[in-house]
């Protein structure tokens, strides 16, 4: 009977923490895309696409938005021409908290870049 209460708790538990880490690396990179979109208006007008770069303050808070309207928080690190995110999505277990095993979280890491015009796989 234990091992058959074993098996359901790795089965249903571990079935939600592999969608706690999906989930968290969904909204990871799109939380870094969408902080990676908010460029800084004075180097848009510089004139070159190489001088583009992110509006760190605008950034964070993007990438906070996007991750607190999911439920997930995280951290946000931005460079000059990169912003990259910290996801972690919660997730409570059903069946081994019998055994003490109270959370699964999911967590995962992304980054955007800053692309202007086309590329050819180039930074």
Known sequence: MVAL???AGLVVDG????HAQSQAHDLAGQAARAAAGQLSDTSLRQGTPSQVRVN??????AAQDFLDVAGA?????VGARE???TATVPARTAILLIVGIR???GTSTATAL?????????R
């Open 5 to 7: 209460i074993a098996l």
């Open 15 to 18: 079935s939600r923490a592999m």
């Open 56 to 61: 760190p303050s605008a950034a964070i808070r």
């Open 73 to 77: 928080s995280g951290t946000v690190n």
């Open 83 to 85: 912003v990259t995110v």
């Open 103 to 105: 959370d699964v979280d």
């Open 114 to 122: 800053i692309l202007h015009g086309t590329t050819e796989g180039t």
